[in-house]
C-alpha cells in the first residue's frame, strides 16, 4: 500500500496541527498504520499507531495526552491530530504500514511532511 502524509507546517509552541496519512487503497484490517518522525541529527522513532481492523490506539509516551491518532475509514485516511505541541515536536513526520506495530515493511516511506514549532 502507498501511504502519503501531508498536514504539516509551522506552528507556535502550544499550537496544534493535523497531520492526514492517505492511503492508495483500503488498509487490510490486519494492518497497523503508524506514524514515526525524524528530528534533525536523530534517528526515526514512533509517535503513535492505529490498527485498523480494531481501531485500537499506542501512543509513544512523549506524546501521551497531547496526540490522538483517528481514522476514517471512507477516506482510507488516518490523522494525527497534534495538540500543545512543543519545540522538541520539530520533525519530519512518516507514516507506515505493517502488520506489527511501529514496523513500515509494507509500504514507502515517502517524503513524509514537516513540522515546526517555534518558541
Known amino acids: 500500500v502507498q501511504l502519503q502524509a501531508s498536514g504539516g507546517g509551522l506552528v507556535q509552541a502550544g499550537g496544534s496541527l493535523r497531520l492526514s496519512c492517505a492511503a492508495s487503497?483500503?488498509?487490510?484490517?490486519?494492518?497497523?498504520i503508524n506514524w514515526f518522525r525524524q528530528a534533525p541529527g536523530k534517528e526515526r522513532e514512533p509517535v503513535a499507531a492505529?490498527?485498523?481492523?480494531?481501531?485500537?490506539?499506542y501512543y509513544a509516551d512523549s506524546v501521551k495526552g497531547r496526540f490522538t491518532i483517528a481514522k476514517d475509514n471512507a477516506k482510507n485516511t488516518v490523522y494525527l491530530q497534534m495538540n500543545s505541541l512543543k519545540p522538541e515536536d520539530t520533525a519530519v513526520y512518516y507514516c507506515?504500514?505493517?502488520?506489527?506495530?511501529?514496523?513500515?515493511?509494507?509500504?514507502?516511506w515517502g517524503q513524509g511532511t514537516e513540522v515546526t514549532v517555534s518558541s
Open positions: 492505529i490498527r485498523w481492523g480494531s481501531g485500537r490506539e
Open positions: 487503497r483500503r488498509p487490510y484490517s490486519s494492518y497497523v
Open positions: 507506515a504500514a505493517d502488520t506489527n506495530l511501529y514496523g513500515s515493511s509494507l509500504s514507502n
